[in-house]
């Protein structure tokens, strides 16, 4: 998870199953960006690490932003990620779907702190990248083979 202001970028790598979460204050051009694993923290056990957790880890993410000068009112949402990495016989559980279960807890979570989700790029079975602009809150995704996508 990390902070920041124009003119830096936000960068997280290897979203495969995992959700990047991006939240952008157009108006005093700061944004935030999670990586998150996992979708809800109760759900586990081993859940010392709050930014793994979709539900925790943008709870903190909103923190910094305030703490930064965000107005939190005011932000937007924007996903990628949430891959169906592996292939299971006749679909897998839903446990084993964590790539759709990020997905829904992140849209979720999103809904719950009133933060209008504007765009997503999610699915799939391959992994992404993203590079999160700060000047205008344009988030562009590479993929191998795949190209790359702004959202």
């Known amino acids: 998870m990390k902070v920041a202001k124009n003119p ?6 290897g979203l495969g199953s995992c959700v990047g979460i991006a939240l952008y204050d157009r108006e005093n051009k700061i944004g935030g960006l999670a990586h998150i694993m996992l979708p809800y923290s109760n759900e586990f056990k081993n859940n010392s ?3 793994k957790f979709a539900d925790t880890a943008v709870e ?12 939190i009112e005011k932000l937007t949402g924007k996903i990628a ?6 292939n299971f016989k006749n679909g897998g559980n839903d446990i084993l779907r964590i790539g759709d279960r990020n997905v829904l807890a992140a849209k979720e ?3 719950s ?13 391959y992994g992404r990248s993203i590079v999160f602009h700060l000047d205008d809150g ?3 995704i590479k993929t191998v083979g795949r190209g790359i996508k702004t959202i």
């Open 8 to 13: 830096h970028l936000l960068t997280t790598l």
């Open 49 to 51: 690490n709050p930014l």
């Open 60 to 71: 903190k993410l909103l923190y910094k932003m305030k703490e930064a000068g965000s107005n």
């Open 81 to 86: 990620g949430g891959a169906r990495m592996f």
């Open 109 to 111: 979570v999103l809904k």
């Open 113 to 125: 702190f009133d933060i209008p989700l504007i765009s997503e790029d999610t699915g799939g079975t």
């Open 138 to 140: 344009k988030v562009v």
